[in-house]
C-alpha cells in the first residue's frame, strides 16, 4: 500500500510538472518577440488587426477585480454558512441544506452561465440603465455563486473535525454556545478553512465557460459595469481559429494565468505556516 500511495503523488508530480514544462515551451516564444513589459502592462489587445497589438494588462486586473470581488462576496456566505451547518443548525434542518449544498456543486459551469446571461444581465441593464447589462458586476455574482460549495463543503468538514474536548472546555469556563464557535472551534480549523478559500480562488480564477456569457468578453480596461474579458476567456474565445503568433500569445496568457495560481497557493501556504509557527 505503501508504494501504492508513493505512485499515485508522484503521478501528480508528473502531471504539474508536465503541464508546467509545456506551458513554459509554448508561451515564452510569444512573450520573447512581443516583449515582455509590452505583453504584461500593454492595454490594448487587437490580435486579428493588420497590426497586431498583444497587451494583456486588462485582462490581469479583470481577472483580479473580478476574483476579488467573488471571494468578498462569497467567502462570508459561505463561511457563515459552514458555521451554520456545522455548529447551529439542528440535523433536521441541516439534512435539508447539505443536499442543496451539494446539488450546488455539481450544476455545470455553462448553466450558471445560461442563468445569468437570461436572467442576471438583464435585470442588471434594467436596475442601471445601461446599454448592455453584461459586466464585470454580473460576473463577480455568477463567480460568488460557484465558489460557495467549496467554501461550505471544506469548512464545514475542517469545523467538524475540531476535538469535542476544545468546545467542552470552553463551555465549563462560562463561554456562550456562539462565542465558542468563533473563539475556539474557527481559530481551531483555520487551515481548512483557508484551504477552502483557497479552492474558491482556483474555482473563480479558472472559471471560463459561465463567464465568457455574463462578462461581455470585451478586451476593456476593468469597468464595474463594462464588458470585460478575463485570463481564462481571452483563451477560451480565440484558441479555436488561432495561429501563428496569436496562438502563441495564447499560450502566454495560458502561462501567465499559470503561474498567477501558483503565486497566488505559495502566498497563502506561506501565511498558514506562519500562522501555525
Known amino acids: 500500500m505503501n508504494l501504492l500511495f508513493l ?30 513589459v509590452d505583453f504584461l502592462f500593454g492595454k490594448e489587445w487587437a490580435s486579428t488587426a493588420a497590426e497586431p497589438k498583444f497587451g494583456i494588462l486588462p485582462f490581469i486586473l479583470t481577472s483580479i477585480y473580478g476574483t476579488a470581488g467573488a471571494i468578498v462576496l ?6 457563515m454558512t459552514a458555521v451554520f451547518l456545522a455548529k447551529v443548525a439542528p440535523p433536521k434542518l441541516a439534512a435539508v441544506v447539505r443536499p442543496a449544498v451539494d446539488l ?5 459551469s455553462v448553466v450558471y452561465g445560461l442563468i445569468g446571461m437570461m436572467v442576471l444581465v438583464p435585470a442588471v441593464r ?12 454580473c460576473a463577480i455574482l455568477v463567480l460568488a455563486v460557484m465558489i460557495l460549495p467549496s467554501i461550505i463543503s ?21 463561554a456562550t454556545h456562539i462565542e465558542t464557535v468563533f473563539r475556539v472551534s474557527v481559530p481551531a ?3 481548512g478553512i483557508a484551504a477552502s ?8 480564477i479558472g472559471e471560463a465557460m459561465a463567464i465568457i456569457m455574463v462578462a461581455g468578453n470585451v478586451a476593456n480596461m476593468p469597468g464595474l459595469f463594462k464588458s470585460v ?15 501563428g503568433l496569436q496562438r502563441q500569445a495564447l499560450f502566454s496568457i495560458a502561462l501567465v494565468l499559470f503561474l498567477f495560481i501558483m503565486l497566488i497557493n505559495v502566498i497563502l501556504n506561506t501565511l498558514l505556516k506562519r500562522k501555525k509557527g
Open 126 to 137: 434594467e436596475l442601471f440603465n445601461l446599454p448592455d447589462g453584461a459586466s464585470l458586476f
Open 7 to 36: 505512485f499515485c503523488g508522484l503521478i501528480a508530480i508528473v502531471f504539474v510538472l508536465f503541464i508546467s514544462v509545456y506551458l513554459i515551451i509554448s508561451g515564452l516564444p510569444a512573450i520573447k518577440e512581443i516583449g515582455l
Open 197 to 204: 478559500i483557497v479552492l474558491g480562488i482556483g474555482r473563480a
Open 154 to 174: 471544506v469548512s464545514e468538514t475542517a469545523l467538524k473535525a475540531v476535538p469535542r474536548e476544545y468546545e467542552e472546555a470552553s463551555l465549563a469556563l462560562g
Open 104 to 108: 450546488l456543486a455539481g450544476i455545470p
Open 74 to 79: 462569497g467567502v462570508p456566505v459561505g463561511f
Open 229 to 243: 474579458r478575463f485570463l481564462t476567456t481571452a483563451v477560451a474565445s480565440e484558441m479555436a481559429y488561432a495561429s
Open 189 to 191: 480549523a483555520s487551515s
